[in-house]
């Protein structure tokens, strides 16, 4: 029973969000900068609950999407994930409301069927990478998040400061995207279809200089 309840909610949350991204597209004007930002709260309520419900039942909850290949799209909703959908869900659902009115503006003047559409995906890949159960999945919901917070940054494409902002934005996230991928080949022995179980079974036997990491106070902790 546990279980089901997380799979709606879960299902619920995708839903909501592809749904307030495609209303964005297929409706103009003031119409669609409101259901979008409709599905965007309700996604980020969704993922709010998804957060609580896990927490609430001690449930784990893992599910596989074959549209990834080596071990397809894994996602795992447990006690780890369910702070941080939590944050999301409240960050999403305050974003969205102030955002409807923000963008109102924008309106004659940039793209709201693309602002809406791409603030619902990012909210969904947001959601979605705190569950990533394996490397792979984690890699790609980091590069779609990357992707779709720099073509959100461009909105005010006439901007140059706008410009220079998300070359910055990509740049970065980008070297932290290569320092993940170096972590994750460490910690996977170059097996990037490997789920986190195994990173946590393989860190045991790395070097100690390498699983005992320094703090500044002199101590260290290990992985």
């Not at 979008?36 to 001690?58: C, F, K």
């Not at 792979?136 to 998040?145: A, N, S």
């Amino acid at each position: 029973m546990d279980t089901t309840l997380l799979s709606g909610v879960l299902a619920a949350l995708i839903v909501c969000y592809v749904a307030g991204a495609v209303c964005a597209l297929v409706v103009a004007g003031s119409g669609g900068r409101i259901l979008a930002a409709a599905g965007a709260v309700m996604g980020s309520v969704a993922t709010l609950g998804l957060g609580i419900a896990s927490l609430a039942t001690g449930s784990v909850l893992a599910v596989t999407f074959d549209f990834l290949p080596f071990g397809g799209c894994a996602l795992r909703v447990d006690g780890l994930a369910a702070p941080f959908l939590i944050l999301t869900g409240l960050v999403g659902a305050a974003s969205a409301v102030y955002g409807s009115g923000y963008s109102a503006a924008y309106q004659g003047v940039y793209s709201l069927r693309k602002l809406g559409a791409l603030f619902n995906l990012l909210l969904l890949t947001l959601a979605l990478q705190v569950l990533a159960a394996n490397v792979l999945t984690f890699l790609f919901l980091w590069e779609m998040m990357s992707l779709l917070s720099y073509l959100l940054v461009l909105t005010e494409h006439r901007e140059p400061a706008t410009i220079r902002a998300a070359n910055w934005y990509i740049a970065i996230s980008h070297i932290g995207f290569a320092a993940l991928l170096a972590m994750f080949l460490l910690l996977a022995r170059g097996d990037l279809t490997a789920a986190f179980d195994t990173l946590r079974a393989n860190a045991p036997s790395l070097p100690r200089s390498i699983s005992s990491i320094p703090t500044p106070s002199g101590k260290s902790f290990s992985l």
